[in-house]
Each structure stands twice: as structure tokens, then as C-alpha cells.
């Protein structure tokens, strides 16, 4: 679903992300993590298509976005961490509209707006503008919105942030069945709990380089760490003070 080579970009004389290559297969899960400006989002930007990479290859689904831009945009459900909502409309408006933004049929996007709200316990709320929506209650709106076109491909970036107990898990629950149905997440996180729970593959970025890219099973087993501790990895690979070391993969 996703392949990178060498894949790169620089603000000035900063290299935000240098050289990464990586690959998430249909039905799989990929975590992506990192410290603090590791080059998580600059690398989430590319492969949404805000930024372009400066230097290597990057398909999505078989396609790379100089020829197939809106191939790939209508492939990839896309949940950043900041997401902006128009709060002076009210749901059912806001799917409607942006139904309409992917040329999408009115008839679906009403039916797949209501069951969609339905799945995520927001039907009461249709009609309410979501201005007056609680913080994981617009989280969970963005989320529907993401799922409008039925993409092969989520994005998602920091899924968890603002939910409570319950909603995480439905959200956990929902990027399960994603993943089982055959499409692919590709999920940055900080909530390692969350990452060792749900991914197939790990991938972790530190000052730009990919420092590990494998299952989680084997790359606790290869830095020696007791009971799958991802945090204990993390860590080993991340540590401030020192470059880190390339992993082969």
C-alpha cells in the first residue's frame, strides 16, 4: 500500500526527515514513532501530498502523486492530530459537505453520513453544530469523516488524544477491523501502550533517520527486552545525546 525509498525533505539547512525507506503492505498495521520532531509529520505531510519530498520515490496503492494525485487522494482516509471543523455546522452538514468536496453521491452520503454516525454513537448529535461538541466527541467526527469514501488507507495521527476509555477503545477496535478487512493504517503515536497493542510493524524515526522497521516480536527479541517492552526499545533507539545507530533491515 505504501513504498518509500530514500524519501526526504529539508526546511532550509535542516534535514527534517533524510533517506527513509519503508513499506506497509495491504492488512497491516504500521506504527510510527518517534520523539518530539523526530520528522514524524513532515513524513505524514508527504505522504498525504501537503508537502513534496525534496528527493526519492513514494507510492501509494501503486501510484505516486505527480500522475495519479487524485487516485491517491481518493485512496487515503487522512486523521491528523490538529484537525480543523467548521463549528457552525452541524454533522450531518459537515459530511454532506464534504461528500460534495469528493464529488461523491448524494444518496450515499446521506446513508453512509447516518450509518456512520450511528456506528460512532453520534446520531443524537446529528443536527447539533459542532461547535457545541465535547473534544472527543469532534474526535470521533473527524474519524467518521475519514471513513466517508470507503478509503484502502488511513493516516492517522495520534488517534487516542482526547478520548475517553470507552471511545479509545472503540477506535482501537475500529482500526482492527480496518486492518482485517485488508486495508492499511499507517498510525503515528507517543502511546507506545497503544502501538504494541494494535501494529504489525513498527517503524521509528529519530533526527530524521529510520533507526528500526520490523514486527514488534522481532525487534524486542533483537535489543533483548523482557515481555515485548516496546517503551524499553524506544527508548534504547531514541536516546538524547547520542547519533543514532542505522538498523539493517
Known sequence: MIKARNLAKKFQTFRAVDGVDFDVPEGVVYAFLGPNGAGKTTTIRMLTGILEPDQ????????????NRNDILNMIGYIPDRPFLYGK??????????????????NYVKT??????EKFRLTDFAN????????????????????????KLLIVDEPMVGLDPRAALQIKQLI????????????????????AQLCHRVGIIHKGKLVADET????????????????????????????PEAIPI
Open 112 to 117: 453512509r453520513s447516518y450509518d456512520l454516525l
Open 56 to 67: 526519492g520515490e513514494l507510492e501509494i496503492g501503486g501510484y505516486t502523486y505527480k500522475k
Open 128 to 151: 447539533e453544530i459542532v461547535e457545541r461538541y465535547s473534544h472527543g466527541m469532534r474526535q470521533k467526527l473527524v474519524m467518521a469523516s475519514a471513513l466517508l469514501h470507503k478509503p
Open 89 to 106: 455546522m452541524t454533522a450531518i452538514e459537515l459530511l454532506r459537505f464534504l461528500g460534495s468536496l469528493r464529488r461523491l453521491d448524494a
Open 216 to 243: 514488534l516480536n522481532s525487534l524486542t527479541e533483537r535489543m533483548k527486552t523482557d515481555d515485548g517492552d516496546l517503551e524499553a526499545v524506544f527508548m534504547a533507539l531514541t536516546v538524547d545525546g547520542h547519533e
Open 176 to 195: 482492527t477491523d480496518f486492518a482485517e478487512a485488508g486495508h492499511s493504517v499507517f498510525m503515528s503515536t507517543h502511546t507506545l501502550e497503544v502501538a
